[in-house]
C-alpha cells in the first residue's frame, strides 16, 4: 500500500459517502418547497403535515451531507497538494466561489428554516426554502464546474510551470460543466422522487395515512416523470460529447478496442485488458456506438488500441459502471411511465407499489455508479490529458495516510449506518 | 498594497471572522459537560448555537477554499504539512455537526450521552488544534524547499505551540460563555456570567505569557519595531480584553461579547501582522519560506476573486446579521418546544 492508492482509497469513499447525501438534498428541498407553498397558498393543514414530516428527513440528510462536504474541500490541500500547487489558480477559485456564494446562503438560512417557524412570515419561511434549494442547485453548479475542468480542462494557459487562468467565462461555461451539471441535477431529482415515491408506497400498502402519501407520491411522481426521461436524453448527449473530449473513456465505456467505421454496440461484452479485447461478445448492433458518438452509422470512433496502455482507464469497471446506470436509467424512465398510468389507482395496484418501495435503493446505485464512471473513467489523469493522478499525490507519510483512511471508514460507517436508521424511523412512523 | 498584500489581509479576515462566529459555538461546546446540570440546560445551550453555528462553521470553508484560491501553494504545503492535525480537526467538526441533528431524535439518556461527548470533544479538538497550528506558524514550521513537511504532528506540540492551543480554547471558551449568558435565562444565566468571569482572568495571565513568549519563540516583533504604529494593533487588542471584563461588570453582556470577538480577531491579526509578507515560515531556512508573494495565484485570478470578495463577503455579512438579529433573544421554553429544535 502507498500514498497513492490510500489517498485514492480515501477520495473515493469520501466523495462515495459525501453522495448519498447530496441528490437527496437537491431533490427534497425543491419538493418540499413545493408543498409549503401550497401551504401558503391553500392554507390546508396537509400540506404543513407534509412540509413537516419530509422537512425532517431532508434535515437529518442536510447534516450529514454538510459534515462530509467539509473534508472534500480540505482533503485536496492534504492528499493531493502537488495538484494543488499546480491547478489552485483555477480550481481553488471554483470551490472559494461555491462557498461565498451560495454554501453560506444555504447554511444560514438552515437554521433560520428550523427555528423562524414563528419569527418570520409563512410567505417568507416558504420563500426560505426556495432559497436553500436554489442556493444548493448553486453549490451544485460550482462543484461541478471544478470537476468538469478536471475532466475537460478550457480557458488555461501553461505558465510558471503551472495551470494559470486565461478566461474566467471558458472555465465557467466550460460545455462539459453545463452537461454534468444537468445530468446530475436530474438524476437528484429522480433519486428524490424515488425516495418520496418508495416510502409513500410503504405507507399505502399499509393503508395508513392514504390522503396523505397519495398526495406525496404523486407530487413526487410529476418530478420523477419528467426527470428520468429528461435523463435519458440528456444523458446521450453527455455520452457522446465524451468522443470529442474523452475518447479513452468513452471506448473503454462501450469495452471498444479496435478503430473503426461503423463501430457496433455489443449488447454484452466482457473485457479482457490482458490481450487487448473482449473475451466476450454478444448481440453486436451494427453502426449504434458511431450513431451515438457521432449522429452518423458510417463514423469512425476511436479504440482503446489507438492509446498507449498507461493511458486507458481500467476497462471491466469504466464498461460495467456505464451499462448498469444506462439499464437503471431506462428502469427509472419505464417506472415511473407505469406510475403515470396507474396514477388514479395506486391504492389498489400493491404490485407496482411493492416495487417501488423496493426500488428506493436504485437511484442510489445509479448516482454511485455514474461517479464510478466520471472518476475511474478519467484515470489515468486526474486532469485530462494534464495530469497523472500518480503526480498528484502528497509527499507524506504513508502511515497517516493509513490512519486517516481507517478513521474516515469507521466514523462514515458508523454516522452513516446513524443517521439511515432516524431516517428510516422517522419515515416508518409516517406524520404525527 | 498590491494585490499579494491585500489578499494577505483579506485571507486574515476571513479567518478571523470565523473565531468570532463559530468561535462562540465552538466555546459552547467545551463547557457543555461542565456548565449543564441537567437536561434542560444542555438543550438551551444546544438550541442557543442552534439556528446560528451551521452558518458560522462556513466562514472555515470559506477561509480554506479562498487559502485554495488565492495561495495554491501555501494551501498545498501548509495543509499537507499538517496533515494530522488537520484530520483531528475534520473529524471534531464532522461529529460535532452531526450531534446537533442526531441528539434530540431518541429518548435515551445513553444516546444522549455520547452526543454530548461527541459535541464537547468535535469543539474542544478544533479549537486547541487550530490555535495549535497557528501558533507554529507564527513560529515557523521544517518545511524544505520542495515544501515538504520534515516533521510530526509531535513536532508541532512544542511549549509555545501548545500555549496557543491554550490560548484558543480560552478565548472561544469566555466567548461562549458570554454568549450562553446572553441566551440563557435564571441560574445557567448567572452560572455563566460567573465562569465568563473566571475564565477570563485566566486567558488574561495566558495572554499575557503568550505576548511575552513571542518574543522568545518568534521574531514576529520584527515588523512592529520597524514600524512602531503597528503597536496600536496589539493596543486595541489588549483594550479589547480588557474591555470584556469592565462590559461584565456593567452587565452589558452584548458590549462584552462585541468586545470579546475584536480580541479574537486581533489574535489573528497580532501574529500575521508580524509575519507579513510570510504566511508559513520554514523553520529550517528562511529561503523556503511561503509568502504571499511566492505562494500567491496569477494576477487574473486575484483580481477576479477580490472582485468576486468585494461584492460576496458583505452580502454575506448582511444576510447573517439578519440571521443573528432575528435570533438574538433568550432561548425560552417555547423554542425548546419547537418541533425540530435541537
Known amino acids: 500500500m502507498d500514498v497513492l492508492l490510500l489517498s485514492r482509497l480515501q477520495f473515493a469513499a469520501a466523495t462515495a459517502f459525501h453522495f448519498l447525501f447530496v441528490p437527496l438534498t437537491l431533490g427534497l428541498s425543491v419538493l418540499i418547497a413545493v408543498m409549503e407553498t401550497r401551504y401558503v397558498q391553500t392554507g390546508e393543514e396537509i400540506h404543513l403535515k407534509m412540509t413537516r414530516f419530509w422537512g425532517k428527513v431532508f434535515l437529518i440528510n442536510f447534516a450529514m451531507g454538510v459534515v462530509t462536504g467539509i473534508t472534500l474541500e480540505f482533503q485536496f490541500g492534504t492528499n493531493w497538494s502537488r495538484y494543488s500547487e499546480f491547478m489552485g489558480d483555477i480550481f481553488g477559485s471554483l470551490l472559494a466561489i461555491e462557498a461565498l456564494g451560495f454554501f453560506f446562503l444555504e447554511s444560514i438560512l438552515i437554521g433560520v428554516w428550523i427555528f423562524g417557524w414563528n419569527k418570520i412570515s409563512k410567505r417568507t419561511h416558504a420563500l426560505v426554502m426556495w432559497l436553500i434549494a436554489f442556493a444548493s442547485t448553486g453549490s451544485a453548479v460550482w462543484i461541478l464546474t471544478a470537476n468538469a475542468w478536471m475532466q475537460h480542462p478550457v480557458g488555461y494557459v501553461i505558465r510558471n510551470g503551472r495551470a494559470e487562468l486565461e478566461s474566467f467565462a471558458d472555465v465557467a461555461l466550460n460545455k462539459f460543466a453545463i452537461l454534468m451539471f444537468f445530468h446530475t441535477v436530474a438524476a437528484a431529482y429522480v433519486l428524490s422522487a424515488f425516495f418520496v415515491m418508495g416510502v409513500s408506497a410503504y405507507h399505502l400498502l399499509k393503508n395508513r395515512h392514504v390522503a396523505f402519501f397519495m398526495k406525496s407520491f404523486r407530487m413526487a411522481l410529476v418530478l420523477g416523470l419528467i426527470f428520468s426521461f429528461f435523463l435519458v436524453v440528456e444523458g446521450h448527449l453527455h455520452g457522446s460529447d465524451l468522443a470529442k473530449t474523452q475518447p479513452t473513456k468513452l471506448a473503454a465505456m462501450e469495452s471498444h478496442w479496435e478503430t473503426t467505421r461503423r463501430a457496433p454496440i455489443y449488447l454484452f461484452s466482457f473485457p479482457d485488458e490482458q490481450n487487448e479485447r473482449n473475451m466476450v461478445q454478444i448481440g453486436p448492433i451494427p453502426g449504434l456506438l458511431s450513431l451515438l458518438a457521432f449522429h452518423s452509422t458510417e463514423a469512425e470512433v476511436k479504440g482503446l488500441k489507438d492509446f498507449p496502455p498507461d493511458e486507458r482507464p481500467p476497462v471491466f469497471i469504466v464498461s460495467a459502471s456505464f451499462k448498469l446506470m444506462v439499464a437503471l436509467g431506462f428502469y427509472f424512465a419505464l417506472a415511473t411511465l407505469v406510475g403515470f398510468i396507474l396514477r388514479n389507482r395506486l391504492p389498489e395496484k400493491r404490485w407496482y407499489l411493492r416495487i417501488m418501495l423496493y426500488s428506493i435503493p436504485l437511484p442510489y446505485i445509479a448516482a454511485e455508479l455514474g461517479w464510478t464512471l466520471a472518476e475511474v473513467g478519467r484515470q489515468p489523469w486526474i486532469v485530462y490529458g494534464l495530469m497523472k493522478t500518480a503526480d498528484a499525490v502528497s509527499p507524506i507519510a504513508v502511515s497517516q495516510v493509513a490512519l486517516s483512511l481507517t478513521a474516515f471508514l469507521l466514523v462514515y460507517g458508523v454516522l452513516g449506518a446513524v443517521a439511515y436508521y432516524l431516517i428510516i424511523q422517522h419515515v416508518g412512523k409516517g406524520p404525527a | ?342
Not at chain 2, 498590491?2 to 468570532?20: E, K, R, S
Not at chain 2, 456548565?35 to 480554506?64: C, F, Q, S
Not at chain 2, 514600524?227 to 489588549?238: A, D, G, Q, Y
Not at chain 2, 529561503?287 to 460576496?312: C, D, H, Q
Open chain 2, 1 to 342: 498594497m498590491d494585490l499579494q498584500a491585500i489578499w494577505f489581509f483579506l485571507w486574515v479576515l476571513l479567518w478571523a471572522v470565523y473565531f468570532m462566529t463559530d468561535g462562540f459555538d465552538l466555546g459552547m461546546g467545551v463547557l457543555l459537560p461542565f456548565i449543564a446540570r441537567n437536561e434542560r440546560e444542555k438543550r438551551v445551550i444546544y438550541n442557543a448555537a442552534g439556528p446560528l453555528w451551521d452558518g458560522n462553521e462556513v466562514w472555515l470553508i470559506t477561509a480554506g477554499g479562498v487559502t485554495f484560491a488565492a495561495f495554491p501553494v501555501l494551501y498545498a504545503v501548509m495543509f499537507s504539512s499538517l496533515y494530522s492535525a488537520l484530520m483531528l480537526v475534520l473529524f471534531g467538526l464532522i461529529v460535532r455537526g452531526v450531534s446537533f441533528e442526531f441528539r434530540g431524535k431518541v429518548e435515551s439518556p445513553g444516546w444522549k450521552r455520547i452526543w454530548d461527548g461527541c459535541m464537547f470533544l468535535g469543539s474542544l479538538l478544533p479549537a486547541v488544534l487550530l490555535g495549535v497550528a497557528f501558533a507554529n506558524i507564527f513560529r515557523g514550521i521544517p518545511i524544505d524547499g520542495e515544501g515538504v513537511y520534515q516533521g510530526t504532528l509531535f513536532t508541532l506540540l512544542n511549549p509555545y505551540g501548545l500555549l496557543g492551543g491554550i490560548l484558543f480554547l480560552l478565548l472561544v471558551s469566555v466567548h461562549g460563555a458570554l454568549w450562553l449568558a446572553i441566551k440563557a435565562e435564571g441560574d445557567l444565566h448567572e452560572r455563566a456570567i460567573r465562569l465568563a468571569k473566571g475564565l477570563w482572568a485566566i486567558l488574561l495571565a495566558v495572554a499575557v505569557l503568550f505576548l511575552a513568549a513571542s518574543a522568545i519563540s518568534t521574531d514576529i516583533y520584527r515588523n512592529y519595531m520597524a514600524r512602531p504604529l503597528l503597536f496600536v494593533f496589539i493596543l486595541i487588542t489588549v483594550l479589547a480584553l480588557l474591555g470584556v471584563r469592565m462590559f461584565l461588570a456593567r452587565g452589558a453582556l452584548w458590549r462584552a461579547w462585541f468586545s470579546s470577538a475584536v480580541t479574537i480577531a486581533g489574535a489573528c491579526f497580532y501574529g500575521f501582522i508580524g509575519l507579513f509578507p510570510r504566511m508559513l515560515p520554514s523553520s529550517l531556512n528562511s529561503e523556503f519560506s511561503l509568502t504571499a508573494y511566492n505562494a500567491s495565484s496569477s494576477p487574473l485570478t486575484l483580481k477576479i476573486m477580490l472582485g468576486l470578495a468585494l461584492v460576496f463577503v458583505p452580502i454575506v455579512i448582511l444576510y447573517q446579521a439578519w440571521a443573528y438579529n432575528l435570533f438574538k433573544g433568550k432561548v425560552t421554553e417555547e423554542t425548546l418546544s419547537y418541533e425540530d429544535a435541537y
